[in-house]
């Protein structure tokens, strides 16, 4: 069995990269082979479909360390991750973010266990029969 290797931080992932979809549960929004194409830069607002990536220590065993969701409710603009909770702080920055497949499950995500957040700029579809791939 290979072990999969979790990022300790992003700073190896380009500012724009690709992330191939599998599966069927989000269709026909993405199908099985899209190209979600996401940006590290810039703050995500609520309907943003965005890839969230767990730090290490918080992905279960044998899960994915990203996921993607849509934003509906952002955490501050211009907050900065990974975070670290201050000692002296109250409450706990949350992004709450809704499934793709389910739009009424609620996702709430501790900011403190997010390593990055990156908006989805763009969508290179993959071909099927009778269909031309492109991009949106």
Known sequence: MNAITLHQNLDDLPAAYGLIYRGHDIEP????????????????????????????????????????????MPLPPGFVLPFDMD???????????LSLSDPKRVAPFPADRLLGVHRLAS???RESEGEEGGEQ
């Open 29 to 72: 929004e993405f199908r099985n082979g899209d190209m979600l194409c996401f940006e590290k830069n810039g703050d995500a607002e609520a309907g943003d479909v965005v890839a969230v990536w767990l730090r290490p220590e918080h992905v279960r065993e044998g899960r994915s360390q990203v996921a993607v969701y849509r934003v509906h």
């Open 87 to 97: 000692p002296d702080a109250e409450c706990m920055p949350v992004l709450i973010l």
């Open 123 to 125: 969508v290179v579809f």
